[in-house]
Structure formats: C-alpha cells, structure tokens
C-alpha cells in the first residue's frame, strides 16, 4: 500500500457472474490472495441479478478459477480460505433499494454496531456502461459512499465525447475524481509497464526518442477471432471505437509522452493527456489518406473456415461497421513533427499479435554497398502478446572468413527468460492490485477519456462526410489491401 492509502475492507463486484468476471476477475483476486496481497480482513462479495445461495455461488467460484489460466495456482486448501472472504447478494442495479441490500452483506469490523458505515468498499462495476451512472448514484443514495471509497469502471464509457462526459458526470457526482479507477487493462499487461522502465530507467534511449532519430512507429493489435456471439454489441462499436479509443491510443501516448517529473498518478496523467491534445485531426479532408476501414468477408481462421461479418450468428445482412481500422496519426509537437504513428487493428487477421515496432531512421551512408550488402533500419520491437518480448534490431555480420556478409539479428530481452522465476499474471492482477494501493497512475482520468473520444469523434464523422465505408478483406489476411497503400504513401511497411 501507498503509505497514506486508506485501508479498504471489502471489493463489492457488480455484474460477478458475466464472462469478464468469470474469465478475468475472480482468478485474479484469487492470485492476489495466494501471493498474500489481499489486505486482512477483506470480504469479496459478488452482486448479480440470479439468485444464488452461498454454496452455488462458492462453486461457481471455484469453477471460473479453474477454467482460467491461474487454475495451477489452484489448490484446496487455500480456496477454502479464499472462499471464507467470499459473500453473495442478488442485486437488481436498476432499483436503488436492491443496491442498498449490499450494506447487510458487509460485516462490520470487530466491535463495530453496522458494516455500512465504516466505509472503505471498493465498487467495481463489471457491467454496461449504461448501468455505471445509476449504480453510483444507487450507493450514494445507499449511504455505502464515503471518502475512502474507490469505484472501478471499464470501457467503452459512453460512445462519443458527449456520452462519456455524460456517464463521468453521474459517477463524478457520487465520488471524487480520486476516487474513481478507469481500466484500460493493456495497461496491466506486463509488456507496457516494461515500455515505461525502458524508457524512463535507461538513459540511452532518450536522446534518440524523437523526430531525429526515429521513422515511424508501428502500434498493431490484430485478433484472429471474429465477433461471433457478439454481433449486435460489436456492430454498434466498431474497431475504431472499441480498441483504438482505448488500447491503441493508451499505448501511443506511453509511446510518445515526455518524462513525467515522478511516477505519480497525476505527473503520468498530466503527459499522457498532453499527447492526446497533440494529435493532429482527422476529418472529411484527410480521412481517405490518413485512415482504411475493413469488414471481413469468408476466409480462414487456423487453417478452418471462417465465416464473414455479415455472416455471423445474430448479424444484419448489411451493416457498414468497421471490423478492421488502420491510421495513420500525427502528434504536432517539437518531439514528434512529421514522425507518423501507425495503428492498426482487426478481428479475423492472420494472427494474434499485439506489438509496437519504433523504426529508426536509416543509416546515413552505406559503406558495404559495394559488396552487395542492404541495410535494413534498426528496430525497437515491444511484443505484448502472444508472448511478451522486447528486441532491437542490429545489423551484425555473418561469422566467415572470406566476405563480409551482413545480416538484421534481434538483440532479445524477454523478460521471461532474464526472470525465470516470475509467473505471467493476468493483467487485471496488476489493475487491481493498484486499486487496492490506491495507485491510479495507470488509469484513465477523465480529461484522457474525453480527449480521446474527442479525436476518434472526428475521424467518425469525417467518415460520414467524405461517406467512406469499410472496404472487405477475407478472414485470415492482414485486412484491406488499402492498409499497405497507407504506410506504402509514405515509403514505409507494415512490420510483420
Ligand atoms: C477488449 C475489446 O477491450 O479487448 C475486445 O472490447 C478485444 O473486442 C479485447 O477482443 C482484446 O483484449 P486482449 O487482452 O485479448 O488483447
């Protein structure tokens, strides 16, 4: 804990049996418990709309441990102490006084008369968005607010600047800015915090992380699933807004923010907004060269066939949402002048992958261009997923007597091998781990979210105007073709 973090005692998980809290949370907070990080005492309780008695809800517990990637973690006799924190209260979020029944689930602290009043509940809300403002206000109204609560929300908030500014509102009305935890959860994932100490505990990288001596930067976030199961949500979203509001630009600004002054919520939150205010516009005018939308049409999926967008189950047989979306950004500021960022990302592409390449500049000269030898740039190549990795490139020569051969080798630092011992932690022990410190600097405030939504609006309605639809790519490639004339505009290549 933060040395003046308020002691909480007890985490209140609304939506605890949806698919985020089955696959994500629960074995979360049960790996904080293994590893002796969940304070003492600090009840669990879950609060859904099914009615379920203690024991049902234990084993349902269990189950989602055991189907998620911590179930080595599992062992009984340690569950039986997890489940002694956990507690269960069937809640309908839309009737304030169903939310007012989860003060008789917390117990009070030794020798204290009611558990409602002692404060210090951490409130996740693992619901839609369009429930956040209500639940607020419902434990508000409940009297379950006060100053040492935290509430955790997840994206989308809202669906535009106006909506979010709607949804920060109703929740900012219930609890202070400082108290509220926005998850990007690729901010958990262990990769990015390592961007942050490569570029802020090593002095080498600094003087070359500009426009002088970088190309271009690459942030790719390619899925090979479709949408399948969750057509009508997604259609309502598209690419843009579900994981480039978000994830792709949270990466950028890591990317790109000057050194904050100290690792402190507001000093990190200060530069990453500042970025987001940089970036250059992107309307009717710009938005058939700067961006490319797809949808995917029938193809392959790990060698089986794969169905097309509109035909998936639940789809409407047209629909111009994009399931793919590449664009080129640009940060107007001295750092960054005429450095483009590129994101792109998509269901159904060849493969799972999430990285960002950093492309230096050439060399200046080619002294080995006489024997036939190309050079290719250097390369700082971060690999959040599947695995997690970072290298840079260098030119090497070949081992060998008689001519010089070169040839492009990546320097690894993967962080699996240099720590044998560390596990890979899903990335919301990370984020909740951080709640509980009450440490927010790798959540979203909320000038971040709306400057954000403020440039894809523009991009959105620019698309509208200059009436560009998504152009189709087959399941299994790497989206329109117009993605590679994009980077290709420019005289540079998708890193793949
Ligand atoms: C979510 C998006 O935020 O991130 C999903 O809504 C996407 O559409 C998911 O599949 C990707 O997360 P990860 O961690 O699997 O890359």
């Not at 530069?271 to 700067?290: D, F, G, M, Q, Y």
């Not at 790798?442 to 200059?466: H, N, S, T």
């Amino acid at each position: 804990m933060t040395d003046t973090a308020p002691p909480c005692r007890a985490l209140v998980l609304f939506g605890a049996t949806g698919d985020l809290a089955k696959r994500m949370l629960w074995p979360s907070l049960y790996a904080l418990h293994c590893d002796g990080l969940l304070p003492e005492p600090f009840q669990l309780i879950g609060a859904a709309k099914s009615a379920l008695d203690h024991g049902t809800w234990v084993e349902r517990v269990r189950e989602s441990i055991l189907s998620s990637a911590n179930a080595k973690l599992f062992d009984e006799a340690t569950f039986a102490a997890f489940s002694g924190r956990l507690a269960y209260v069937s809640v309908d979020v839309q009737s304030a006084e169903s939310v007012a029944a989860i003060k008789s689930a917390l117990k009070p602290a030794d020798g204290a008369q009611d558990g409602a009043h002692q404060g210090g509940v951490i409130f996740y809300l693992s619901t839609g968005p369009q429930l956040f403002g209500p639940i607020a206000l419902a434990l508000n109204a409940a009297g379950l607010v006060d100053t040492r609560s935290r509430i955790v929300i997840e994206k989308p908030i809202g669906t535009d600047a106006r909506t979010a500014n709607e949804v920060n509102s109703a929740i900012g009305s219930a609890f202070a800015e400082n108290q509220v935890f926005r998850i990007d959860h690729y901010l958990g994932k262990e990769a990015v915090q390592n961007l942050l100490a490569l570029r802020f505990a090593n002095a080498i990288f600094e003087p070359l992380w500009n426009a002088n001596a970088i190309e271009q930067v690459q942030i790719s976030v390619s899925e090979s699933v479709g949408v399948d199961g969750r057509w009508p949500f997604y259609d309502s979203t598209g690419a843009l807004r579900d994981m480039v509001q978000s994830h792709l630009l949270q990466l950028l600004c890591l990317v790109a923010m000057e050194p904050p002054a100290s690792f402190t919520p507001s000093a990190v939150r200060n530069e990453k907004v500042k970025v987001l205010w940089s970036l250059r516009p992107i309307t009717a005018a710009n938005a058939a060269t700067h961006t490319v939308r797809g949808q995917y049409t029938a193809g392959h999926s790990a060698g089986e066939p794969a169905k097309g967008y509109l035909e998936e189950t639940g789809a409407r047989p047209a629909s111009d949402t994009e399931t793919f979306v590449a664009v080129k950004a640009e940060i107007d500021n001295w750092r960054w002048a005429g450095v483009p960022f590129y994101l792109r990302t998509g269901k159904r592409m060849t493969r799972r992958s999430s990285e960002i390449a950093i492309q230096f500049k050439a060399a200046p000269y080619n002294i080995f261009a006489g024997i036939g030898a190309t050079l290719s740039p250097n390369t700082l190549l971060i690999k959040l997923q599947p695995e997690e990795m970072i290298t840079l490139t260098l030119m090497h020569k070949k081992p060998g007597m008689n001519e010089v051969k070169l040839a492009e080798v990546p320097l690894n630092l993967s962080v699996g091998e240099a720590f044998e011992t560390s596990r890979r932690r899903i990335a919301y022990e990370r984020m909740l781990l951080d709640v509980l410190r009450d440490n927010s600097a790798l959540f979203l405030r909320r000038d971040e979210i709306e400057a954000a939504w403020q440039w894809v609006d523009g991009i959105i309605a620019g698309w509208k105007e200059a009436g560009l639809a998504p152009k189709p790519y087959s399941a299994g490639t790497w989206g329109p073709s117009a993605a590679i004339a994009l980077a290709e505009r420019n005289g540079h290549s998708w890193h793949e």
